[in-house]
């Protein structure tokens, strides 16, 4: 009865979030041999901007999972960047354990490069008003990004982002709750992870990223191979 309960309140968050967004402009831009990498681009439906400032939002997931949906991922944020009527860019990018930190880094300056050459005239968005956000793993991929992205964007915006890979305090257990919110979290993570184009083949990845029950990455310096 309980699981019922979780599954409508997931889809009633859902169906309220997708009410309240515009869609998407969907861009490819970056190619690889067997993948297409892309990003999305929304405009604000009102805004009192001559040219709206840009928000590059990057998408968390412990390197491993989570793709550009952001919408359903950070709904509150989303939507208060909708509300204050500013141009969200959220992206994919290749994640581990195939991926390297330094292949995510290259494909975030890939994005933020189509941006500047392929975008800034196809929207009313100025590029001289970009701000990066990321939380989480997010978080540390946009603190290294603004010491690589040229030009410089205008802040950095790093919620709860990761600055220590080494020490060994992350979990190496599965998490176990009934609580509302982690039940919400492995509905939500499950659609999050069959959604996304960019995540690699789970076949041969360590147990706990295959293990359902498992809500946080083990030991993620071992993950990376760093």
């Known amino acids: 009865m309980n699981s019922w309960i979780y599954i409508l309140i997931a889809l009633a968050i859902s169906a309220q979030i997708n009410a309240s967004i515009p869609e998407p402009r969907i861009f490819i831009y970056k190619q690889l041999a067997d993948v297409s990498i892309t990003l999305n681009v929304y405009i604000p439906k009102r805004t009192g901007y001559v040219s709206v400032p840009i928000i590059f939002m990057v998408h968390g997931g412990i390197h491993v999972t989570g793709n550009k949906t952001l919408e359903i991922q950070s709904p509150r944020v989303f939507r208060e960047f909708m509300n204050r009527g500013w141009c969200v860019i959220t992206m994919n990018y290749l994640l581990g354990p195939q991926a390297l930190v330094f292949d995510m880094l290259d ?120």
Do not use: W
């Open 107 to 226: 494909d975030l300056v890939d994005a933020y490069a189509f941006l500047h050459e392929h975008l800034a005239h196809k929207f009313p968005i100025d590029i001289n008003n970009i701000h990066l956000f990321g939380q989480s793993s997010a978080g540390t991929l946009v603190l290294l990004c603004g010491r690589l992205f040229e030009p410089r964007p205008k802040s950095v915006v790093a919620m709860y982002p990761v600055t220590d890979y080494v020490s060994n305090y992350i979990y190496v257990e599965p998490l176990k709750s009934d609580s509302l919110f982690l039940n919400l979290h492995r509905i939500l993570s499950k659609q999050l992870v069959q959604e996304s184009p960019v995540l690699g083949s789970l076949t041969n990845n360590p147990r706990i990223f295959t293990n359902p029950e498992a809500l946080i990455c083990a030991d993620m310096a071992s993950a990376m191979r760093m």
